[in-house]
């Protein structure tokens, strides 16, 4: 018998402090499995909500989706990670990506699967504390290079995030998750393993090795249509990032356009506007709690290993969160 899905909030690093303990207190207490906190450019570093959360719990995964080798050195992913892990108790896992909008800042992405591979590279060298070094193209560390502090864990619970057939193969060589971010689409579950088992058939690896891990833009209330509108204002700036890249989709030819002059104005409630439902329903989970409810069903019958709903869960967070745990979690087909 396969595992059952197991069921993520995504926080985006907004937030106040002692916000993120709240919201993580009440999501392991309605009965999710984890909670992510994301690393959007120009939102807050994600360690500091992990480790509010970390001592606000006592069961839930907690993680980073993800981590950027670009704008943080694996050196430090690796030191943040452990300390993490520290202070959960062991419950982290480390996610990695190369990101988006990153040439707000003056920087490119060269050669990104070289990036995420050497990063992992680095990541385990340290936290396995042998000392054997790593020699990467991108990323390299010495032999009898050895981190000066104890780790809880040396082996590191590793999730990609990738739209693209290179970072989900490499996900199949070396990761134990990989995740779309910005899909509630059922058909991309089956392009994901699809391009997952070239890389765990290049490095061995057996078909179940990597979970498939789907999230989201959430936006749940009573009111369908209001969730909805509230949803197309928040999926539109990802829309333009990933709806290109889901290769079973057909867009209308002037819809990324639209929205991206919309978007370049800073008008997403016109932007949002712009979405149809059909696409909606494909990028991000909205509408009432069973409208969420059979959204996520349709993931786990297509096969999905984890959904992720993501912020922000509702018109308030806290009340979305709520409906979520109270009504959406009970009618999964898990």
């Known amino acids: 018998m396969s595992n059952p899905v197991r069921i993520s909030l995504g926080l985006q690093t907004d937030k106040s402090v002692g916000e993120y303990a709240r919201l993580a207190a009440l999501a392991e207490g309605l009965g999710f499995d984890g909670v992510s ?15 509010e959360m970390a ?15 670009y704008t943080l050195h694996p050196y430090e992913i690796a030191g943040q990670f452990a300390t993490v892990d520290a202070a959960s108790g062991g419950r982290a896992y480390l996610g990695l990506a190369k990101g988006s909008w990153l040439e ?31 020699d990467g193209s991108v990323f390299r560390v010495e032999p009898g290079t050895r981190l000066r502090y104890p780790v809880r864990r040396s082996q590191v ?12 193969a490499l996900a199949g060589e070396l990761a134990d998750e990989v995740k779309i971010g ?29 979970g498939v891990v789907l999230g989201a833009v959430t936006v749940v209330d009573r009111d369908g249509d209001l969730a909805r509108a509230h949803a197309r204002r928040e999926v539109a700036m990802y829309l333009d990032v990933v709806a290109a890249l889901d290769p079973t989709v057909v867009l209308p030819d002037d819809l990324l356009p639209g929205i991206r002059a919309r978007l370049a104005d800073g008008d997403s409630d016109a932007a ?33 290993d984890r959904i992720e709903f993501g912020t922000p869960h509702g018109i308030d967070s806290g009340e979305g969160i709520e409906l979520l745990g109270r009504e959406v979690l009970p009618g999964l087909e898990r």
Not at 157 to 168: K, Q, V, Y
Not at 185 to 209: Q, W
């Open 104 to 134: 707000a800042i003056g920087l490119e992405a060269p050669k990104p699967i070289a990036h995420l591979r050497d990063a992992i590279g680095v990541i385990r060298t340290l936290l396995d504390g042998e000392g054997r070094g790593y």
């Open 272 to 304: 949002g506007r712009l979405v149809p439902r059909d696409v909606l329903d494909l990028f991000a989970f909205s509408g009432t709690p069973a409208d969420v409810a059979a959204q996520a069903n349709r993931l786990i019958e297509a096969g999905a």
């Open 37 to 51: 906190v994301f690393s959007d450019l120009l939102y807050q570093p994600p360690v500091a909500a992990l480790l």
């Open 182 to 210: 910005g899909s509630a689409n059922p058909a991309m579950v089956a392009v994901v393993r699809a391009r997952v088992k070239r890389g765990l058939e290049r490095a061995g690896r057996p078909a179940d090795a990597v």
């Open 157 to 168: 619970p590793i999730l990609i995030g990738s739209w693209g057939p290179l970072g989900m």
């Open 55 to 69: 001592g606000a719990t006592s069961r839930i995964t907690l993680g980073c989706a993800c981590w950027n080798p």
